[in-house]
């Protein structure tokens, strides 16, 4: 049982423009949500988080938007930058985000120069 | 300063042989993790460790699978008896403490290929 789905496994986008990337989720329980980068060979990077308790999180290029109601989070890059190309993971966790984090499958971000 | 280490960075055994993988947190993180990612999957959470003691190894697949922190800092996940199904990335993170905003740090992951 899934409980949290990346449905695109790979996107395209040229640079400059928009990325997004999406997460659903199943467990109502889940109030803490992240977003991690995956390069090759290397471990996942934390890129940003966001609470149950907001609706959208921004960090530089990267905005956090959560739809509690539709159990959907999704991840907009602006710009997209040659750079971001890597694997994008949701992940999810109950308790206010405490220690166990249940991780989609991962979508493959190919930025195009 | 340093970051999650991992070693060794692959491991290639033999089917029913032992290893053993070592995981030394960021320095003064106290929660401590091991996942488990198979090809084409997410990271799959195994157990978790506050200071010395396992708090939750609900993930630990099976009685083969066996982890310690002996001193609160560096960790060793220990598998009996590997199976070809084992082959995977172990990932290890660690945290200053746990909760929202204490996000977790990776290591670069130990693969491991079980013949």
């Known amino acids: 049982d899934q409980q949290v789905k990346q449905n695109s496994p790979s996107l395209s986008v040229q640079e400059g423009r928009i990325s997004i990337l999406n997460c659903d989720y199943t467990?109502?329980?889940?109030?803490?949500f992240l977003w991690y980068k995956k390069y090759p060979a290397e471990g996942p990077t934390f890129l940003i988080s966001i609470s149950s308790i907001k609706d959208k999180n921004e960090d530089g290029r990267f905005t956090v938007f959560l739809n509690k109601s539709a159990k959907h989070l999704s991840l907009h890059i602006v710009p997209s930058q040659p750079g971001d190309s890597a694997v994008y993971f949701c992940?999810?966790?109950?308790?206010?985000?405490?220690?166990?984090?249940?991780f989609g499958t991962g979508t493959r971000l190919k930025v195009l120069a | 300063g340093a970051g999650v280490s991992q070693t060794p960075s692959n491991k290639v055994t033999e089917k029913g042989k032992y290893v053993e993988l070592r995981c030394d947190p960021i320095?003064?993180?106290?929660?401590l993790y091991w996942y488990r990612q198979s090809l084409g999957q997410g990271p799959e959470f195994l157990i978790y460790f506050q200071g010395t003691g396992a708090a939750d190894d609900s993930g630990l697949p099976n009685d083969r699978f066996f982890a310690v922190r002996p001193e609160g800092s560096v960790s060793t996940l220990k598998i009996q008896r590997t199976e070809r199904g084992d082959s995977a990335v172990y990932l290890c993170?660690?945290?200053?403490?746990?909760?929202?905003?204490?996000?977790?740090?990776f290591g670069p992951g130990t693969r491991l290929t079980v013949l």
């Open positions: 992940a999810a966790s109950a308790n206010s985000g405490t220690y166990k984090y249940i």
């Open positions: 467990n109502s329980m889940f109030d803490y």
């Open positions: 993170a660690s945290s200053l403490t746990t909760g929202g905003g204490n996000e977790q740090f």
């Open positions: 320095s003064g993180h106290t929660a």
